[in-house]
């Protein structure tokens, strides 16, 4: 049995910043940290007081993270802090809704930007003198930096009754190791608290807070502390600053489960999929029947992400997709709404493409996509947003003017979406052979439903509205958002792409709306568009043309195979104990790949030779402190060889994001290794000590917790049918109650809603029968989840109290 827990992060807008900027403005950036974990930075957005960011993260956390919290900064030489915002887990998971609103920024107080832990032992003591309270104070780790050198020098005092005692100050590190018993002898008077507080000393000005511990004197008497313990900030009130720092429209969502062992799930996931092997059309009682009835809004798509990778894990995705399509197709009279709606079908397919055909979009559409960021040029077609002043840089002769506007920009459209086309309509081998058999299932479908002859394009659209305007387009408008770039587009580029994405779905819906509607400015790129779509119609015949009733292979255990490259570019590598090279001239660039079997590197992608490390060794991946080199957004990959020798490699990212994504795809790959480290030095042995907690032995323990469980959620996460269908169980009980009065509280078959509908009454009681097998799983999995709650909360009742 375990837990799981993750957040679903939308960072939407800002409004009402204030002007960092000499300009009146700023180039507000957001980032967001869990704990003491930077998780995320959404792009900047330049010269904007009400930045649009939209980005969303899926965050998969250890089950004891505390808070949330999102800091703006301006961009700039030295990066100015414009305010934050602190979600307590209590509150995130106040309402099973999550968040979903606009939120003030605070000022950032010093004394509340608390991290880290420390670790005490406390004993009480009774003699001749009276009682005594002994507090040993052995180290901390992961303390906030105080100073500009990215360490603090902390010392310890303690608190008893009127008394109080101070540890040594050690200097230069946010992982001291003190060592120290500090012993306090009781006073008259009630039962006091123990507090330990933890200062960074200075030598000039006042002291800066590291954060507190505090024991009341019931968990003192009755077990005593001992462990790793919080620190926590003074308590006082979060200030609001009443809207004069801006705010931040967030969606928040904590999503906590109790996750049985995989045979508790067999019977339902039985169900499920048997459930895609009958007639879809007259389903009404299955698992997936109710799930369609009964979801909406936002958690349709998570559960169509879930239900998708749990038939993908069966190698039943297939069965799946056409049990959908062909209950929205059965339903469909116009053909013009086919799939125009978000429905579990619409859902269902989009994220089927987006976990299977994510290499795919990159093949097709990266080339392009890089030219249209690297070449910035001017494009408008749209009189009522040209300007005129900017198209100055396009070579005319006299004036610019409109007309001459628009055909340079024509020109420059047309050679964008030529090789868009050509990329697309050319890629027919290079599609996945699932999304093809998943499209073809959906052309035999609508074409046997709507098979007159003024439909003879609805078999086309109904593909085209998946590939072209649920998957191209988008990924053309927003890349950042398909990993197609690390950086939002800039305004110029951003309206680039919107015309280049408009182009691409009107190519998708084969011309129908051409000419209508309000964007007449359109018409100049017709020409282009109505000689594209009889190349699209053949690209679509030809991508349906494929053999083969399933995917090859059967069931999956992940969306990708062990060999396929999940993730690859320039890294910076240290060279091997570079014992007379200074920092700068010890990191060398190298080309890495990055597979489920693999780390490996060369000095280009060309290069023939290349170095592996096999993702079977890995032990740990984690952040280092920039003290530790003097350079930024540096992680280091800890692996164990054959012999039980641990070694490490260091490797420099060139910003936040790129180190935050191979972080998380080197620790989803390595996920499944055993023997994982739970500590690590997050500094590097240099000059005969470690630069983070100042140990002189190379083999000392590691002072600070390594972070494998946080991980950024996308496409490539490895398949977790467990976790995957207890989702599905959380959705088939919100509809329980409903299922019970449509199939088991009426008198007689004649009195349900069926049978005024004209279904035979055969048909009533193959659905009553299949509603009343659903419910009895469904009561087998809540006792099974009340059991291992009263073991749980057996095994809490005996632990000791205090941490």
């Not at 931040?248 to 995989?262: A, H, Q, W």
């Amino acid at each position: 049995m375990a837990k799981s827990s993750s957040l679903n992060v939308r960072v939407v807008e800002g409004r009402a910043l204030p002007a960092k900027d000499v300009s009146g403005s700023s180039d507000p950036y957001c980032i967001v940290k869990v704990d003491d974990e930077v998780v995320a930075r959404t792009a900047t957005v330049w010269r904007s007081l009400s930045p649009f960011w939209g980005e969303e993260y899926t965050i998969h956390l250890p089950l004891d993270f505390h808070h949330l919290a999102f800091y703006v900064l301006d961009e700039d030489t030295h990066d100015d802090v414009i305010g934050k915002i602190s979600l307590s887990r209590e509150a995130i998971a106040a309402d099973p809704r999550g968040i979903d609103s606009w939120i003030n920024l605070s000022r950032v107080d010093p004394d509340a930007e608390v991290q880290g832990e420390i670790y005490l032992d406390v004993q009480m003591l009774e003699d001749t003198r009276g009682r005594c309270l002994r507090c040993h104070v052995l180290q901390a780790r992961d303390l906030a930096p105080r100073d500009i050198t990215g360490t603090s020098d902390p010392f310890a005092r303690v608190f008893w009754g009127s008394q109080s005692l101070e540890t040594s100050t050690i200097k230069k590190t946010r992982f001291p190791h003190w060592n120290e018993v500090l012993e306090l002898r009781e006073m008259p008077g009630a039962p006091a608290p123990l507090r330990v507080e933890l200062w960074d000393w200075d030598m000039v000005g006042k002291n800066d807070f590291l954060g507190m511990v505090e024991f009341p004197p019931r968990v003192l008497q009755q077990n005593a502390p001992s462990g790793w313990f919080r620190l926590l900030p003074f308590p006082r009130a979060e200030e609001d600053s009443g809207g004069t720092l801006g705010a931040l429209r967030l969606k928040v969502r904590l999503i906590e489960d109790r996750v049985l062992p995989s045979r508790y799930y067999q019977p339902l996931t039985e169900l499920l999929m048997a459930s895609v092997l009958g007639p879809a059309e007259e389903d009404a009682a299955s698992p997936l029947a109710v799930l369609e009835e009964l979801t909406l809004g936002d958690c349709r798509q998570d559960l169509a992400t879930k239900l998708v990778k749990l038939f993908l894990g069966q190698g039943l995705a297939g069965p799946f997709l056409d049990y959908l399509t062909r209950r929205e197709v059965a339903r469909t009279t116009d053909p013009n709404t086919l799939f125009r709606s978000n429905s579990l079908a619409s859902k269902a397919m989009e994220q089927f493409m987006k976990l299977v055909g994510m290499p795919y979009l990159h093949e097709v559409l990266k080339p392009v996509i890089h030219r249209v960021f690297e070449e910035k040029k001017y494009m408008e077609l749209d009189p009522c947003k040209m300007d005129l002043g900017r198209s100055r840089r396009i070579s005319f002769k006299g004036a610019p003017s409109e007309e001459h506007v628009r055909d340079a920009s024509l020109g420059l459209l047309t050679g964008y979406l030529g090789p868009i086309v050509d990329a697309i309509v050319g890629s027919v081998g290079r599609c996945p052979p699932a999304m093809r058999l998943a499209f073809k299932q959906l052309h035999q479908c609508v074409k046997e439903r709507f098979p007159q002859a003024e439909h003879e394009d609805v078999k086309y659209l109904a593909i085209s509205g998946f590939l072209f305007l649920r998957f191209f387009a988008p990924a053309i408008l927003t890349p950042k958002l398909f990993d197609l770039r690390d950086q939002h587009a800039d305004p110029q580029t951003s309206r680039s792409l919107l015309l280049l994405a408009k182009a691409v779905q009107s190519i998708g819906n084969l011309g129908q709306q051409l000419g209508q509607g309000k964007e007449l400015w359109m018409a100049p790129l017709h020409p282009f568009l109505l000689q594209s779509i009889s190349r699209v119609r053949h690209f679509l015949d030809q991508l349906v043309d494929v053999d083969g009733e399933e995917e090859a292979g059967g069931p999956a255990r992940a969306l990708v195979a062990p060999s396929v490259i999940v993730r690859e570019g320039y890294l910076l590598k240290r060279k091997e104990e570079p014992a007379s090279l200074t920092t700068r001239f010890a990191f060398k660039k190298r080309y890495f790949w990055l597979s489920g079997e693999a780390l490996s590197y060369s000095k280009s992608p060309e290069w023939q030779m290349r170095s592996s490390i096999p993702v079977s060794h890995i032990r740990a991946v984690e952040r280092v402190d920039e003290g530790a080199f003097q350079l930024p957004h540096v992680m280091q990959v800890l692996t164990q060889d054959a012999a039980g020798v641990l070694h490490t490699t260091y490797l420099q990212c060139k910003n936040v994001n790129e180190l935050n994504q191979w972080l998380s795809a080197l620790r989803k790959a390595s996920a499944p290794n055993p023997d994982k480290l739970a500590s690590c030095h997050p500094g590097a042995f240099r000059s005969s000590r470690w630069t983070c907690c100042l140990q002189a032995e190379r083999s000392a323990a590691g002072c600070s917790r390594t972070h494998s469980a946080v991980t950024l959620g996308d496409w490539s996460d490895p398949l977790d049918p467990d976790a995957e269908i207890q989702m599905v169980y959380r959705q088939l009980l919100l509809g329980r109650d409903q299922l019970r009065m449509k199939f088991q509280e009426g008198p007689n078959i004649d009195s349900s809603p069926e049978a005024d509908a004209g279904v035979c009454p055969d048909a009533l009681a193959r659905h009553r029968e299949a509603a009343v097998r659903l419910l009895e799983v469904l009561e087998d999995l809540d006792r099974a989840h009340e059991e291992f709650q009263q073991r749980e909360q057996q095994r809490a009742a005996l632990s000791p109290l205090g941490h």
